[in-house]
């Protein structure tokens, strides 16, 4: 599997950005799908994770302001976020891995897009 994140901007404080991530090269339907990202001079961090068997998990500062979503018929996995705050100005990234549990550290992820710059201004 192969991925590319789209999606990244510059947005003012309070708006909405959708993020996608197209899978390549094989079906990813059994697979765990996940966002990271990453602020300058800080180590990546979980954002969401959707498991093939459409079971969700968020970090505690996007709860409620993003939603993690997948299209398998187009091999897509979208991350709508809205009420977009300066701090979750980072580039983000998509990743993918198999297997049945659910997992939050990047670390436990293999496949990997080449992320998109979110940027929120004040």
């Known amino acids: 599997v192969q991925l590319q994140a789209s999606g990244g901007g510059l947005v003012r404080a309070g708006g909405s950005l959708r993020l996608s991530c197209a899978a390549s090269g094989r079906t990813f339907t059994n697979y765990n799908m996940a966002w990271f990202r990453q602020a300058p001079g800080k180590e990546r961090e979980f954002v969401a994770v959707l498991s093939w068997r459409d079971s969700t998990s968020y970090a505690d500062s996007v709860k409620d302001r993003f939603t993690i979503s997948r299209d398998n018929a187009k091999n897509t996995v979208s991350l709508q976020m809205n009420d977009l705050e300066p701090d979750d100005t980072a580039v983000y990234y998509c990743?993918?891995?198999?297997?049945?549990?659910?997992?939050?550290?990047?670390?436990?992820?293999?496949?990997w897009g080449q992320g998109t710059l979110v940027t929120v201004s004040s």
């Open positions: 990743a993918a891995r198999s297997g049945l549990l659910l997992r939050l550290n990047a670390n436990d992820y293999d496949i």
